[in-house]
């Protein structure tokens, strides 16, 4: 059985984006010893390979991590160029101990410790946060004859600009934020572009006068979820009104325990009702070298775009990713691991206030916790 060099720290962090990142601040500020495993070759690795014109759909006062606001004229609504840039200098101002090229391929429990296996070195560890995200995890589905489509078919993930996406009739599947942006982009481009809806959209105002609608959800966070949900489909009702553009994308029925994430801003609605886009049912399936829909039209194109999501990228974990109904990793108090000591999570938690909101608050909450339970198994320790 082969060998591998072996580190030891209090605590191992694994992933080294935005909630990676948070996690280390906070662990540092609190001189808790611990390291960031990160896959790529820099911090926050992935944010520099999604679309060139993502925007975040959060404003930046509630998007910032902890122990740094954005610079004063980053814009309302932080580009992706403008992001990568703050995680970066976040990381290298807050000298986190960020190690890079270094991917977790799985994770076992011996006695009181945890051991995080990599390609080469393991760590050994006291406590494990898991932090790596859902970008790196994109959903693909598995639709009959999908795998011998003869067309360009490919996931949103690999996705850049209109110049690099090959084809003029484009199929995009899904209607989350990246399908409609993606979409639109396209559009604007001149492509003909179809989206298939399967399920239906809530689409919200980018701002409400000049206000980010992220903010008013931030105001009913403290709700339960039902109500929020009923206050998100209004929303999305009273802004389909005051653009005029109520009809034109399926709206979303009655959601169920897991947090949907609406549609923000209304660019698709207004390429939809110019006739720019076409809308399409949910996918059946892939015969020969077409798109079947649900109500058996056919589509036939140049190239294919998944836009159907991401899931929590826990895999990794084994027998240590049980996941809950909505996909992300099965806790209590947020972030701790339902079964199992000394195993946290960040980046699992979505609602009206943004997933980096939470991400903040979280990191926060892990550190306390963690500087908590170190105490304890150190005091455990003595003579």
Known sequence: ?????????????????????????????????????????????????????????????????????????????????????????YAEKSKLPVHTGIEATGLRREKESWFVETSGTHYRARIVVVATGIMSSPFLPAFTGMEVYGGQ???????????????????????????????????????????????????????IAGIPSQYFG?????????????VVQSTARLGGLLHRRQATLPRKGDAGPCQDVPVVGHTIVNHITAGRIKLRPGIADFPEDTVRF???????????????????????????GARDGCGFALRKDRVRSAHHDGLYFVGHNYDGRGGLYNIRIDAKRIARQVARNLRKMKVGESP
Not at 294 to 319: F, P
């Open 218 to 230: 931030w105001g009913i966070s403290w709700l339960p979820g039902s109500v929020q949900r009923q």
């Open 294 to 320: 649900n109500d058996r039209s056919a589509w036939q194109g140049d190239t294919v775009v998944l836009a159907t999501g991401y899931r929590s990228a826990i895999e990794w974990m084994g027998e240590y």
């Open 1 to 89: 059985m082969r060998s591998f060099p072996m580190k030891t720290t209090d605590v191992v962090v694994v992933g080294g984006g935005p909630g990676g990142l948070a996690v280390s601040q906070q662990l540092t500020a609190c001189n808790i010893p611990h390291v960031v495993l990160e896959r790529g070759d820099h911090p926050a690795w992935m944010w520099d390979h999604v679309y060139d014109s993502l925007r975040l759909h959060t404003g930046k006062h509630l998007s910032s991590l902890p122990g740094m606001s954005f610079p004063s004229n980053t814009s309302l609504f932080p580009t992706r160029s403008e992001f990568t840039a703050y995680l970066h200098y």
């Open 153 to 207: 078919l490919f996931h949103s993930t690999e996705y850049r600009r209109p110049e690099t996406c090959p084809g003029q009739s484009i199929l995009v599947i899904g209607i989350g934020n990246s399908a409609a942006e993606i979409a639109s982009e396209l559009a604007a481009s001149g492509r003909e572009v179809t989206v298939s809806v399967r399920s239906g959209a809530a689409v919200i105002p980018r701002t």
